[in-house]
């Protein structure tokens, strides 16, 4: 804790610099502690940076190109602290800025087509941007409506990322922004913006440029006021949306960018724009999805023309891979195609239903499939369509996947052929001189084959399909179900639960006993570890120790997530006696005993002190002791030491067992509370127990 004292406190740098009579802007911007000064509202210093003359230079720092040989104060730390001085939202600098309009004019030349726009002073001029429109909403929306031509720069000027959000937040995407003004809002509706934005696609040959552009209008498309996404929605809107996306002059970053808009505009709520679009989105299916009737219309009208572009024949691209060439490739462009169809199809419309049955899209589609067996991007849209049909309510959609398209046919094919082909009039051709490899979309394969038996349980049309099918009734019961139990994880003997799937929790001592497997894999890689000498962090003995002789890694104290509170931990165990292990949790629930067992791995090693206790079912720390060999364990008796001190709750007594020989019972610890043999009772069985293992280790 520090305190203010005016006698003793040391003087702030920008106060020594606003004490010289003769300072300049930029020695104040030089300093290091100017930002927080701003924050902290220190009347000098506001006072000296709200002037119109200090306000106007700090515009000129945020907009204007440094020097080639300029330093890289100059250059770079400037430009920086002038724009953090205005996103310190200091209300009396903002308010100097926005009621000057020859300063708002500097500040917007920005955006004219003669200046240079680099990446870096773009990021500056949407920070102060944002930051007006925020703060400052009312006079700058007056200064924009003025000066209407801010909108086209903008719109020239969206390959520009930071421009792209600046005109992002305009448009109207945080509403709530434009509460006060709702003027503002129907302004921008009636302009012709969303017309700009779509012509970008044909004024401009730049890839930023089309991904920019549809990155906005997807944005409009799920979060702009009813108005604009209205107009998104149009038919006239996506005619021109496919006119641009459709000619064969146009480079493909147009149709792959465009059917991104097509997608957002069937579902809103898909994330599909962005850098990081194809690892975020959210993929809706089903029928949960719903989509405005005229914008299905206004897609099927471009439909057949776009389901041309799947062909393959006309291209005669090759690229060579680690397992052979594609020729051709398969295309990003394609592959947006067929997301779309994907996504067509979910939304659950008969008449886009019908002209997909129509066109034969389905049946094009399933061929790639299996013309192309590692394209994983490809395999996914295709289950999802084929998911999609197989879940639609029109019956004619599902008795055309069925039977015209021979999804049964071609699911039994490539089970028989798993390995790549080598005919070389196949998209996907081996490399000479090498085995043939397997195929990589078998897991997809039998993901479809589980689904449709699945979906044959509840439609009787599917399920009396399989059944005429002799070929896959004995494939789905000699390879099928056989597959399923090898990849069912809950069965592997390898740290899984192995009944976790069948069971329903009602205690929780479930939940520890699951919690126990789940360690097991964690001693065993440790194990692993220690044996190759790979681990390298610094382990004390009171966390594991190591045989030599017997490889075995135990674990003496690892704290329960849901029990850290209460200081519930595992005692040292043998977790990689896995069958052993079963063994004494079946004894220990019988007797409701903890468990864990600690088992010596050879007789002439040392046994390492023990934790003083460990949890039960109910969460009790109660004493364990068990001897080595897990056969003599009703003979010794110790279940029932831990029976009858699984009986005393944590009031009433909290004792330790050390593997001494000795019982030793703290009396500090040991209550009774009203119980007058509980102490007597627990030290002589606790004797007893010392005893019998001394014999036992004779």
Request: glycine letters at 4%.
């Amino acid at each position: 804790m520090f305190w203010h004292m005016s006698g003793f406190s040391a003087a702030s740098a920008v106060e020594t610099i606003l004490d010289k009579e003769n300072f300049t802007l930029e020695e104040l911007l030089d300093e290091d502690e100017i930002i927080q000064e701003c924050k902290a509202h220190n009347g000098r210093l506001v006072s000296f940076l709200r002037e119109r003359a200090q306000v106007k230079q700090l515009i000129r720092y945020i907009m204007e190109e440094a020097p080639e040989d300029a330093s890289k104060q100059f250059s770079f730390k400037l430009p920086f602290v002038a724009c953090e001085i205005f996103t310190c939202e200091v209300d009396i600098i903002l308010k100097t800025l926005v009621e000057d309009e020859e300063l708002m004019d500097l500040l917007f030349s920005y955006l004219d087509p003669e200046r240079p726009h680099s990446t870096l002073l773009a990021g500056y001029f949407s920070k102060v941007f944002v930051c007006l429109l925020l703060r400052k909403t009312t006079p700058l929306m007056n200064y924009i409506q003025a000066h209407q031509d801010i909108i086209t720069k903008l719109v020239d000027l969206i390959g520009i990322t930071s421009i792209m959000e600046v005109l992002i937040r305009l448009i109207g995407v945080d509403e709530h922004i434009y509460a006060s003004c709702a003027d503002s809002m129907q302004w921008f509706e009636d302009m012709n913006v969303l017309e700009m934005i779509v012509d970008k696609f044909s004024s401009s040959d730049c890839p930023g440029v089309h991904a920019n552009a549809a990155e906005t209008l997807c944005t409009i498309a799920r979060y702009a006021s009813a108005g604009l996404a209205s107009k998104t929605s149009s038919p006239s809107f996506i005619s021109k949306l496919f006119r641009h996306a459709l000619e064969d002059s146009r480079p493909k970053s147009v149709l792959v960018n465009s059917l991104s808009v097509c997608i957002s505009l069937l579902d809103p709520r898909r994330l599909t724009s962005g850098m990081y679009y194809m690892y975020n989105r959210q993929t809706s299916q089903g029928s949960g999805i719903t989509a405005n009737p005229e914008t299905v219309e206004g897609i099927l009208e471009s439909l057949g023309e776009l389901l041309k572009l799947l062909d393959l024949s006309s291209e005669d691209r090759v690229l060579l891979t680690s397992y052979g060439k594609l020729q051709p490739p398969l295309g990003k462009h394609r592959l947006k195609i067929i997301e779309f169809i994907s996504v067509l199809v979910a939304v659950s419309s008969e008449v886009a239903e019908k002209e997909l049955i129509r066109l034969s899209a389905l049946k094009h589609i399933l061929e790639l499939f299996f013309e192309y067996p590692y394209n994983n991007f490809l395999h996914h849209h295709v289950e999802q369509i084929v998911i999609s049909c197989l879940e639609s309510k029109n019956c004619q959609l599902v008795e055309h996947l069925l039977s015209e398209c021979n999804l049964i046919g071609k699911i039994l094919e490539s089970e028989r052929n798993s390995t790549l082909t080598v005919d070389a009039t196949k998209p996907t051709i081996c490399a000479e001189g090498k085995s043939p490899p397997r195929i990589g979309n078998i897991g997809y394969v039998t993901r479809l084959a589980n689904k449709i038996v699945q979906l044959g349980n509840s439609n009787r049309e599917i399920q009396t399909f399989l059944q005429e099918n002799g070929d896959w009734v004995d494939w789905q019961t000699n390879v099928l179900l056989k597959r399923n139990a090898v990849e069912n994880v809950f069965h592997w003997v390898c740290g899984r639960p192995s009944t976790l799937q069948d069971r329903t929790r009602d205690s929780d001592d479930d939940d520890y006993q699951d919690r126990d497997y789940d360690v097991a894999a964690l001693a065993n890689n440790l194990s692993q570890a220690f044996q190759y000498g790979n681990y390298t962090n610094d382990v004390t003995s009171e966390d594991v120790f190591f045989d030599d002789k017997s490889a075995e890694v135990v674990v003496s104290s690892l704290p329960l997530e849901d029990d850290q509170e209460t200081g519930s931990h595992f005692t040292k165990s043998d977790w990689s006696a896995f069958e052993d292990e079963r063994i004494v949790n079946e004894h220990s629930t019988d007797n409701g005993g903890p468990d864990n067992v600690v088992e010596d791995l050879e007789d002439d090693t040392a046994m390492s002190e023990l934790p003083e206790s460990s949890p039960t079912s109910d969460g009790n720390n109660v004493p364990s002791q068990v001897p080595k060999d897990l056969t003599e364990i009703e003979s010794t008796g110790s279940h029932n030491l831990i029976a009858n001190s699984a009986n005393i709750s944590d009031d009433e007594a909290q004792c330790s067992i050390i593997p001494n020989d000795e019982a030793v019972v703290s009396s500090d610890t040991c209550k009774t509370d009203g119980v007058g043999s509980t102490d007597s009772t627990l030290a002589s069985e606790s004797a007893e127990v010392g005893e019998k293992n001394e014999d036992l280790e004779k």
